[in-house]
Each structure stands twice: as C-alpha cells, then as structure tokens.
C-alpha cells in the first residue's frame, strides 16, 4: 500500500514521519526468507530455504513437523521449537561468511562461490558451489537422524508442552550443528549415509541430556552442551587445547 499527502504543512509531514518511525512493525524474518525464496535465480537463501521445506515435510526426517513454518497453520496449543528463519539462517551461516556477505552472494553465480576470501569453515558452501543441493540436505538429515535414534527419549517433542530438555530447544539445535560443523571440518567427509555420523553419536553416550542443570535452554547451556560433546567426540588431544578450560569456566558462571 502507497499512501500520497498532496500539499500538508510542515508540522503534519512531522506528525507522519514521527508516527510511521515510533510505530512501525519489524518485519518477520520468517517472512524475508520465505520471499528470497520466490527468487528464479539461484541464491544461498533460496536453497537454505528449499532443505529446510524439505526436511520439515519428509517424515522420516528428524525435523518431520518440527520447524515452525511462516504461513502454517497451527493449533494454538502447538509450538514447533523451531523457527523457519533459525534453520534458514544457520544453513545460509555455512555457506556465506556473514549475513552481510551472504547478500553479496545472493547475486552470484555457483561457481563464483568456490572462491573465498574469508578464513571461515563453511562445509556447506562448496555443495552449494558445485550444486550439489542434496548433499546439504543428506549432511542436515542424517546427523540428526543420528541424534534422533541414539537419543529418542530427549529429542521425541510433541511441540504441545514447552521443550524439556535442550536437545529439544532451539539452543540444542545450534549447539549440535557446532558439533556436525567441527566434524566435517576434521574429517571431511563428502558423502553421507545412515551410518556416516553413528561412531561419533556414539561417543556421546554418557551425557545425560535431561539434566537441565547442566545444559539449561540458555546461550551458556548451549555452549557447555557443545563443549561437553566436542570433547566426547574428540578428546584432548594436545596440552593448548582450550575447550576443557572454556567448559569449565562457562559451568563456573552458571
């Protein structure tokens, strides 16, 4: 909608401008992404946003009804944990170095792409670079599936009551996409299956997930939960390794 004011004074062109600034409506970031993905060319946002659909729609995904769509249709007691935009987001965040450069790539061709300027890892942008979509989704349906199976009795969330545990909060979710990034980048792997991340859940075994003391649904939770399965899966290897000392001091300020 365009609204057109013919001829007001200067105090009324005033009143509009500081009314429309003081009371304007940020827009939904569901809603950005859901319209960069109408985009005919290709874009980080739009296949960020085509495995997100998918993983959401296929059920034998782990994420099978699990991500809150923009434009869904839900009961009022239902609240999916996580949000279009959150998964949207931390896919495009592997493939482009920042947000402000994932804009930049947005008018790009794939191949442009191999190149990097940054130091970042970004496991997901070579696929996207080799248009080789589907190794995202694979990359995204098979660790989770992983996490899914070896821990049913945390991540299995009906989305009626609040998440009970952080495997089942949006935290959980970033913390365990830390973990798949960290392995990718020490083993490089490139082709995935259902048995590709099973030796690493593995090692997981003995964390209790459930204790919400230890892993609260917070931004320090989801740093010790990351830290606490990092040095599970990879040990310390070498005195310089830093983990165990940042575990300890983000517990310490719990």
């Known amino acids: ?32 992404y859901s319209l960069f993905g109408l985009s005919s060319e290709d874009t980080p946002y739009k296949t960020a946003l085509e495995v997100t659909l998918a ?18 249709e839900y009961d009022k007691r239902m609240s999916p944990p996580l949000s279009q935009a959150t998964m949207i987001k931390s896919i495009v965040g592997l493939i482009s170095e920042t947000l402000r450069e994932s804009e930049n790539d947005k008018y ?25 979509d589907s190794l995202i989704s694979d990359c995204m349906f098979y660790f989770f599936n992983a996490i899914k199976s070896k821990f049913s009795q945390y991540w299995l969330y009906d989305g009626l009551a609040k998440p009970q545990n952080i495997l089942q909060s ?31 859940i593995n090692k997981l075994d003995n ?3 459930g204790d919400v003391t230890l892993f609260p649904m917070t931004t320090k939770g989801k740093k010790i939960a990351y830290l606490t399965m990092s040095l599970a899966v990879f040990p310390l290897s070498e005195p ?15």
């Open 207 to 209: 964390i209790n997930f």
């Open 1 to 32: 909608v365009v609204s057109y004011f013919i001829d007001k004074s200067l105090e009324y062109q005033a009143m509009i401008f500081s009314t429309i600034n003081r009371t304007q409506k940020r827009v939904s970031q569901d809603l950005v």
């Open 55 to 72: 993983l959401n729609a296929h059920p034998k995904s782990p994420f099978y009804h699990r991500i809150k769509l923009y434009g869904g």
């Open 170 to 200: 949006t935290v959980g979710y970033e913390a365990l996409l830390s973990l798949l990034v960290e392995i990718l980048k020490r083993e490089s792997l490139l082709f995935f299956d259902r048995d590709t991340f099973n030796n690493y």
């Open 240 to 254: 310089s390794d830093k983990r165990k000392m940042e575990l300890l001091k983000t517990m310490n300020e719990l």
């Open 108 to 132: 790009k061709k794939r191949q442009e792409l191999k190149k990097q300027n940054g130091r970042k890892f970004l496991p997901f942008r070579t696929f996207y670079a080799n248009n080789q």
